[in-house]
């Protein structure tokens, strides 16, 4: 991808202004992207000076930089949040895969009624939370739906259901609902959701008097506990503040290469929900907490007002989220601080060691690699392997590991179309080769930093035939296996062993990548040939299409058992005569 770029001219060229940065890796993959209020004193501080061990990883693999000038810091966040979502960089946080809070939404609709939902960046939306957990939320909606009569149906049905019999629908389908009948059914449940539960435990103590009456005393009870439950929960975690503000306490603690976060949602005077965070940062941590507030509040609702801790630049995230941010000092505010930053600070001493570990099974583990094999740290490593019988329904798979994890959603499947579906490996892996890095090198998709083949010297000889032939540049290796079928040692493109300790991190990564890549080939082989197994002796049967080859499989699971079914059990599952007797005579024939 060139020669490296000579930073220090490079840095004197870059603009005393705001703005985003990119830094780029050897095959010009943008691994981080930041913002600055003053983008060359931001850029030349990563070449100056010492930096700890991860920055240093970072620095290592920087090839590159590019940078963007912008208006404002605000237009240099809004920039830099845009092209992390675009590259998710190596180096960068990421929320992509953090989890999305559950809500109750009372839906803007004729006959409105109550849903929990996730998504809740629409506008003009009623939604109160948020819940812990997805069952609270439920919970909640069911008791809420057995107090007020709000419709339950998706659709309004042409008749009344259950649910209007006793007395939990205002069914909307039979009768003619006013506006004003729904607005106070509504604003019962806003008071409820808001903490103001009174009259609902009014309407619970009344229908459990009424079934006592009725000596139906095991519901009476079910309303007793359900009232209990109501008050027991309201009054946990009651908040000591003068207001009832929906507010968010932001803390966070750090050491040498972790961060921790904690986030109290805090509704109606009490703590409704956390959320926590921990996770290895490359910057500098204060910027770093900035940026995943800016990142968590993209997703979140942002309420009226954040509680931060003093260190944190709050004039930018004020602006991007519109909201006030406090930074108590003292009282009951600064206590409620401090909890977070303490729950934020326990987080990461219980689970330091537990995140230490899963760092040298996985990122410390794939650098290992890229030092055994003398190469670049291979942070995304693509592994190939053929599975055939005897020559026949040939297939192969790829995986991925990025940062020494699998990349699932990237895994792909290969069904070998040449040498008329008789494939030894070696044409086999020339085949896959080709065909995946083709399409890298036409899409310019991003390139691994390692290709990994199960097996010696055929396949490594295939695979570099083929990768030297495209003009690419992607170091190769093979694993090889010993007779009882073990993964043994590491064979480099020049066809040097490396031995590996076979206790050590890096080899269980090694086998962990072998065994994914073997598992994946043998699950898609197996597919192909009970495909063509069905198809081929219940294909050109004279009346059997395609559904009715599922319902035949679908019932007797297998080929073999339909052909034990008789004509009447076949003509019971929905086949006419004429059908059940092709398939019969045919299966015999067979």
Request: charged share 30%; with cysteine.
């Amino acid at each position: 991808m060139g020669d490296k770029v000579d930073f220090k001219e490079k840095i004197k060229n870059i603009p005393g202004l705001p703005g985003s940065y990119q830094f780029k890796n050897n095959d010009g993959i943008v691994i981080y992207v930041g913002k600055a209020k003053n983008l060359k004193k931001r850029v030349s501080s990563y070449f100056t000076g010492s930096h700890d061990t991860k920055t240093s990883r970072l620095v290592m693999n920087i090839h590159d930089i590019e940078y963007i000038v912008t208006n404002s810091e605000l237009d240099a966040l809004l920039l830099e949040l845009n092209l992390i979502k675009k590259y998710n960089p190596r180096y960068n946080i990421m929320l992509t895969d953090d989890k999305t809070y559950p809500y109750i939404e009372i839906t803007n609709e004729k006959h409105p009624t109550l849903i929990v939902t996730r998504n809740i960046k629409k506008k003009s939306r009623l939604i109160f939370g948020p819940y812990p957990n997805v069952s609270a939320a439920r919970s909640t909606v069911k008791l809420l739906n057995k107090v007020y009569p709000l419709r339950k149906c998706d659709k309004l049905p042409k008749q009344e259901c259950l649910y209007y019999h006793m007395g939990q629908c205002i069914a909307p389908c039979i009768n003619k609902i006013q506006e004003d009948e729904y607005t106070t059914i509504t604003k019962s449940i806003k008071r409820f959701l808001k903490g103001d539960i009174s009259e609902t435990i009014n309407k619970l103590e009344e229908y459990m008097k009424n079934a006592s009456e009725n000596l139906e005393f095991e519901r009476a009870l079910e309303y007793k506990k359900t009232i209990e439950s109501i008050k027991t929960t309201t009054n946990k975690q009651k908040i000591n503040l003068n207001d009832m503000k929906d507010r968010d306490i932001i803390g966070f603690f750090y050491n040498d290469f972790l961060l921790s976060i904690e986030i109290f949602f805090i509704r109606n005077g009490k703590i409704n929900a956390r959320h926590q965070k921990l996770f290895e940062y490359y910057d500098d941590p204060i910027k770093t907490v900035e940026n995943y507030i800016a990142q968590f509040y993209e997703k979140e609702p942002i309420p009226r007002e954040l509680f931060v801790q003093r260190e944190l630049s709050t004039d930018v995230l004020t602006s991007f989220l519109n909201t006030k941010i406090t930074k108590p000092q003292k009282g009951d505010k600064y206590k409620l601080l401090k909890l977070a930053i303490f729950n934020a600070e326990q987080g990461l001493l219980e689970k330091t060691e537990i995140v230490k570990r899963e760092l040298d099974r996985t990122v410390l583990s794939t650098e290992k690699v890229g030092e055994l094999l003398n190469i670049p740290i291979p942070y995304r490593i693509e592994a190939f392997d053929n599975s055939n019988l005897f020559g026949e329904d040939a297939v192969s798979s790829m995986i991925v590991f990025i940062n020494g994890v699998p990349s699932r959603k990237e895994y792909r499947k290969f069904k070998i179309k040449t040498m008329n579906d008789k494939a030894s490996d070696y044409h086999t892996m020339k085949e896959v080769i080709y065909r995946r890095y083709y399409r890298v090198l036409m899409e310019n998709l991003e390139r691994p930093g390692l290709l990994l083949v199960d097996g010696g010297l055929q396949q490594i000889n295939a695979a570099k035939e083929i990768i030297e032939s495209l003009n690419l540049s992607i170091p190769i290796a093979g694993l090889i296996k010993n007779e009882k079928h073990n993964t043994s040692f590491l064979m480099t493109s020049n066809l040097v062993k490396i031995d590996i300790d076979r206790t050590s991190n890096v080899f269980h990564l090694l086998t962990r990548i072998q065994d994914e890549a073997h598992r994946f080939a043998i699950n898609y082989h197996k597919q192909v040939r009970s495909k063509g197994l069905f198809n081929s002796e219940l294909d050109n049967i004279q009346g059997i299409g395609q559904k009715t080859k599922e319902l035949l499989l679908k019932h007797y699971k297998s080929v073999n058992l339909i052909k034990f079914a008789s004509l009447e059990e076949l003509k019971e599952l929905g086949l006419n005569q004429k059908q059940a007797t092709n398939l019969i005579k045919k299966l015999k024939q067979d």
